[in-house]
């Protein structure tokens, strides 16, 4: 039979409990310790010292004071001594015990704050859950895009060591501005933790899987966190802006389910997109920096009362330092270029591309148009196309695929990589209108690049290996591209070459190597995803940018629409472009000097350089 435990076992398991409470148990021990030995003290003086001055009460007080200023009388009876003398011992243990546990309980504060763990108090916030090397690109345009507020807080939440976080952000943004960054530890995947950032109060919340991931394991934290914000039990029917992206456009519905109204982007369908248009225009990955960032133009919605009933056509002119580029219409859904005799409705919003939300005004009066300076001259039929695509990764298929849409028949495209996944790849793939051709080969290797006549292709994308490190992957495409320049000067050709890189940093270098345009695939992601964060209605936009059914924008020779002259105002540009069914949104300069000569947006009735390129909204 067992037997049951004893008081003095009972005492000791409560003494431990009370003591295990931490700083504060202990001091409330310290407290009865203290109080007790006053009063036996007391009580002892009272009865070896009966002749003292002072009543029982004041005693106690005297002999408390006493304990921890050790303020005990020089001289008096032997026993009272002796009493004074163990007050005066007994006090010094309890002093320096308090001090001990203060200091202690103190430093364990702070290392709970270092470490991250306090309930953020933050509203109308936003909230970054995840790290990864996206999180800089992110920073820095919430940092942009909060300039014109007042107070502005970013609150990161993601499982790293919350000084390690600061000290990383600190040595990549220096300089945050009116924006604060607040930092905590935890895991985006633990309910508990995603309370600690007041997401039910932010105003927008971005998820970042981490880099080390594959892409099956980073679609699964994406996921995981979507379901955790949208169906968790603390936050159930409680609306929330999230923004995310699937590296594998197959995770993106069930993502979709997860997230509820979340926007879930296909992060590789979207770079494939922009890199096989990009390929087809040179410079085009300039322009969309300048749409996708805070720093540049950028793309908003307002209502004109004034211009309800007329057609969209008519407007183009209306603004001196903005471009109507569409129509946002009541159900959320987004027209870029419509019909030119569209009739603007009460619940329509115009889609204007502007440097910002305060230049969206009204000309005083309409910017000069020159007819006799707009030409209609007519597009010859596309010629078939000839791409070389250098490398392999798991987007080249899309690559190929979205590629296929885009060019005539007769078109061709050469592969050349070392991997062994990219000949079933390849060969598996249901296409219309291009003949693919694949070859065994290091692209690093300057006989393999001799043999393959880069200057008779009008297209060369380099692709990045999705395998190795960023580091890694970037320098072997920058040997690559030291290759092909040196190779294109020895044969005087001039092809256009198109690299996907992974670390925007490695962008500089590149530079060195004069290649025509780089595509960052995961940075551009990254800034698609805040331009969403800060407003909603940007994914409409967005999704009609990149559809090859929708409007795109195109790079083509000027001489399409005007004379090749200086002095015409870019009014004059925008009535040629309108006359065809476009929208021109900026144009090129002929002679760009150390620049790439690219001008978005310029005042309408500005006169222009001698330009080369338009840079239109057209639907084909």
């Not at 300048?290 to 056509?313: K, N, W």
């Not at 043999?451 to 690559?480: F, H, K, M, W």
Request: contains cysteine; glycine residues 8%; hydrophobic residues 45%.
């Amino acid at each position: 039979m067992r037997r049951r435990p004893g008081l003095g076992v009972k005492l000791r398991y409560w003494f431990d409990n009370t003591v295990s409470r931490g700083t504060t148990g202990l001091i409330g021990w310290l407290a009865i310790a203290s109080a007790a030995l006053v009063l036996i003290i007391g009580t002892g003086l009272e009865i070896v010292a009966p002749d003292k001055e002072g009543h029982l009460f004041q005693n106690l007080w005297k002999t408390f004071v006493a304990t921890f200023n050790l303020d005990a009388p020089g001289e008096g009876e032997l026993a009272e001594l002796a009493l004074w003398f163990v007050l005066s011992i007994g006090g010094i243990f309890i002093v320096s015990a308090l001090i001990g546990l203060l200091t202690s309980g103190l430093s364990r504060r702070l290392e709970q704050l270092r470490k991250g763990r306090s309930f953020v108090l933050e509203q109308d916030h936003s909230v970054i859950l995840g790290w990864s090397d996206q999180i800089y690109t992110v920073l820095q345009e919430l940092v942009t895009a909060n300039q014109s507020r007042r107070k502005a807080t970013i609150t990161i939440l993601a499982d790293m060591d919350k000084v390690l976080m600061e000290d990383r952000v600190q040595h990549r943004l220096p300089d945050t501005g009116k924006t604060r960054l607040v930092f905590r530890t935890g895991s985006p995947l633990d309910l508990t933790d995603l309370e600690l950032v007041n997401i039910n109060e932010a105003r927008s919340i971005i998820v970042l899987p981490p880099d080390s991931a594959s892409v099956e394991d980073a679609d699964a934290f994406t996921l995981k966190v979507l379901l955790a914000i949208n169906k968790g039990p603390a936050f159930r029917g409680r609306p929330h802006h999230v923004v995310a992206s699937v590296r594998d456009g197959r995770n993106r519905a069930v993502a979709k389910l997860a997230g509820g109204d979340a926007t879930v982007l296909d992060g590789d369908d979207i770079g494939a997109r922009l890199i096989v248009q990009t390929a087809r225009q040179s410079k085009l990955s300039v322009v969309y920096q300048d749409l996708f960032d805070f720093g540049g133009d950028e793309i908003y919605m307002t209502s004109e009362p004034a211009f309800v009933g007329r057609q969209f056509g008519e407007i183009l002119q209306a603004y001196e330092k903005c471009c109507p580029m569409g129509l946002l219409h009541a159900g959320g859904k987004t027209t870029l270029n419509p019909p030119m005799q569209t009739v603007i409705r009460p619940d329509d919003q115009l889609v204007i591309l502007a440097e910002d939300d305060s230049m969206i005004k009204l000309a005083k009066t309409m910017a000069p148009v020159d007819p006799s300076a707009i030409l209609h001259a007519a597009r010859g039929p596309a010629a078939p196309e000839h791409t070389l695509i250098l490398g392999w990764n798991g987007r080249a298929t899309r690559i190929i695929q979205q590629l296929d849409v885009y060019v005539p028949n007769g078109s061709t495209v050469d592969i050349v990589s070392d991997r062994p996944d990219a000949h079933p790849a390849a060969a598996g793939l249901m296409l219309r209108h291009l003949a693919v051709r694949i070859k065994d080969g290091e692209i690093r290797d300057r006989q393999v690049l001799e043999s393959l006549d880069v200057g008779s292709y009008q297209n060369v994308i380099l692709l990045c290996d999705d395998r190795e490190d960023p580091l890694t992957a970037d320098s072997r495409v920058l040997v690559t591209l030291l290759h092909l320049r040196d190779l294109l000067a020895n044969t005087g050709h001039s092809g256009s070459i198109v690299s996907e890189m992974r670390d925007e940093r490695d962008r500089a270098l590149a530079q060195l190597t004069k290649a025509d345009d780089f595509v960052v695939s995961e940075q551009l992601v990254s800034l698609l995803m805040t331009q969403v964060s800060e407003n909603k209605h940007l994914e409409s936009v967005f999704i009609d940018l990149f559809d090859p059914d929708g409007a795109e924008i195109y790079i083509r020779p000027s001489n399409y629409y005007v004379r090749d002259q200086a002095g015409l105002t870019f009014a004059t540009a925008v009535e040629a472009a309108r006359r065809r069914g476009e929208i021109a949104i900026g144009y090129r300069m002929a002679d760009p000097g150390d620049g790439h000569g690219i001008v978005l947006n310029p005042p309408k009735g500005a006169p222009m350089p001698v330009i080369d390129r338009l840079i239109v909204l057209a639907n084909s």
